[in-house]
Every structure is written in structure tokens, then in C-alpha cells.
Nanobody
Framework: QVQLVESGGGLVQAGGSLRLSCATS????????MGWFRQAPGKEREFVAG???????????YYADSVKGRFTISRDNAKNTVYLQMNSLKPEDTAVYYC???????????????WGQGTQVTVSS
């Protein structure tokens, strides 16, 4: 029912910045809270950030402790797109980043039902 396609990954030096985008299918974007997970080689997927859906300007957001203060999640419902702005990147941020979606934020940050294919982020020292 919902289609998620990530983009914006690549190679960046430590301390640099990168912005990931997640494009969704048209009107199916509206009912969903959105989020980002990541998975490093040989490790389990871990939660990164989540954002609620809202008709107003302010959205409720939630971040993993490892990225809090460095990463910012945002969304543009008119463009059916969710973003992850990543600043002050560290080598340990290297992973495949996945866009996620579900009905409410509480589900998105724990066990989301919809996943994108992922985009690779590599941070060099």
C-alpha cells in the first residue's frame, strides 16, 4: 500500500554532512508516521529517528541517543518526502539507512510495518 524509496547516501569524510531523502507514494503518505533505521555490516538494525504526521507546523520527533544533537528528521507532506539531515558525521555512522513508516510514532520507532530498500552511507576518517 505504501512505497518508500531512499536516496542521498554516499561517501563523506568525518565531520561532514549528508541529507537523506525518502520519497513516498502520493496520498498514502498522509496517514503515516515516518522514521529511519540503520544497519551496519554484521550488526542488527537500530532505530535512528522518527517523526509524527500532523496538519500543523510542529511535528513530534524522537531520536536515538547516539545521533541526538547531530541528526534532524523532518518532512514535507506537500512533496511526500521525509528527510534525515546528518551533521558532524562519525565513522560509526557508516551503515545502510532505511526509511520506515506505520500508523503511529510509537510503532514506527520500535517495529514499523513498512520499509524502503535502503541507501548506503559511508563515513571515512
Amino acid at each position: 500500500q505504501v512505497q518508500l524509496v531512499e536516496s542521498g547516501g554516499g561517501l563523506v569524510q568525518a565531520g561532514g554532512s549528508l541529507r537523506l531523502s525518502c520519497a513516498t507514494s502520493g496520498r498514502t503518505f498522509r496517514p503515516y508516521a515516518m522514521g529511519w533505521f540503520r544497519q551496519a555490516p554484521g550488526k542488527e538494525r537500530e532505530f535512528v529517528a522518527g517523526i509524527s504526521w500532523s496538519r500543523i507546523i510542529t511535528y513530534f520527533t524522537y531520536y536515538a541517543d547516539s545521533v541526538k544533537g547531530r541528526f534532524t528528521i523532518s518532512r514535507d507532506n506537500a512533496k511526500n518526502t521525509v528527510y534525515l539531515q546528518m551533521n558532524s558525521l562519525k565513522p560509526e555512522d557508516t551503515a545502510v539507512y532505511y526509511c520506515t513508516a506505520d500508523k503511529v510514532l510509537q510503532v514506527v520507532i520500535s517495529h514499523p510495518g513498512y520499509w524502503g530498500q535502503g541507501t548506503q552511507v559511508t563515513v571515512s576518517s
